[in-house]
């Protein structure tokens, strides 16, 4: 764990927001590998330089790690049209990444069914257990993801997660605002929750810049999501630009956590 501020407010946490995929989830594990190829054979006109393209798409996906799906297909359509090409409705680009990703999704979620695979291999270490303390302790504990609302409550579910959540809210379906900031806006707007009642947990710079902005406390996951755990440089230094409070690569260390979180 690495700790990057130490002056955080020693007050206890009343309310936790978390990101999902690649926080909580591992499911989606991969998606990078869905899009860029996506990305790749849509804008490839046959006269650009491959190898710049990719880098620039690669470049793109990291940086747009954790913002909803529609925003990453509207990147997409504004290239094609810089490009000179008809490009076709950012909806119908989110359809087309969506029908590859669940492909494989809908494989994992089959498997959990049938008990191929079980929970465990699709949740970040330790997660559970640091789910299971902060309910202990009446902390109130929210989920806002870049995902699609149905698919996020579907797959809190088919890992056993969704008991611990007061709160799941994705990706309005057909609408392109940000879910992320919304739950942090009314949580410390309407909710009464005040800045340094709230920590933000997340491996995206959305929800940790979202939250850091606000005041919150933020927990930045770097994980290497196939391990479940570990610290991937790249996203270190992503988190580090976006202010994390602390960098950590899973929940394993849970007692450190929790001090953070003024318990």
């Not at 936790?16 to 490839?44: A, N, Q, Y």
Request: proline share 2%; hydrophobic share 40%.
């Amino acid at each position: 764990m690495e700790i990057r501020n130490t002056a955080t407010p020693k007050t206890a946490v009343k309310a936790v927001l978390f990101d999902f995929d690649g926080t909580i989830s591992t499911l989606r594990c991969g998606w990078e590998k869905v899009m860029g190829p996506l990305f790749e054979e849509i804008l490839d006109d046959g006269k650009c330089d491959k190898t710049l393209l990719r880098q620039k798409i690669e470049e793109y996906i990291d940086e747009s790690t954790g913002i909803q799906t529609i925003l990453q297909m509207k990147w997409l359509k504004e290239q094609v049209e810089k490009s000179g090409r008809q490009a076709l409705d950012i909806w119908d680009y989110k359809k087309m990444y969506n029908d590859r990703l669940m492909l494989d999704i809908k494989k994992k979620l089959s498997d959990l069914e049938i008990g191929k695979a079980c929970a465990d291999d699709y949740l970040m270490r330790g997660s559970v257990e640091f789910l299971k303390a902060l309910k202990d302790r009446g902390v109130k504990i929210f989920v806002a993801s870049g995902t699609d609302d149905p698919d996020v409550h579907n797959e809190a579910k088919a890992l056993g997660v969704d008991i611990y959540f007061d709160e799941i809210k994705g990706a309005p379906l057909h609408e392109e605002s940000c879910s992320k900031e919304a739950v942090i806006k009314r949580l410390l707007e309407s909710a009464g929750y005040s800045n340094d009642e709230l920590a933000v947990c997340g491996d995206g710079k959305v929800e940790i810049a979202l939250g850091k902005e606000k005041g919150a406390r933020a927990i930045g996951l770097a994980s290497f999501e196939k391990e479940r755990g570990g610290i991937d440089e790249a996203k270190r230094k992503r988190l580090i630009n976006a202010d994390a409070d602390i960098i950590c690569g899973d929940f394993l260390e849970k007692d450190e956590l929790l001090a953070f979180l003024g318990f």
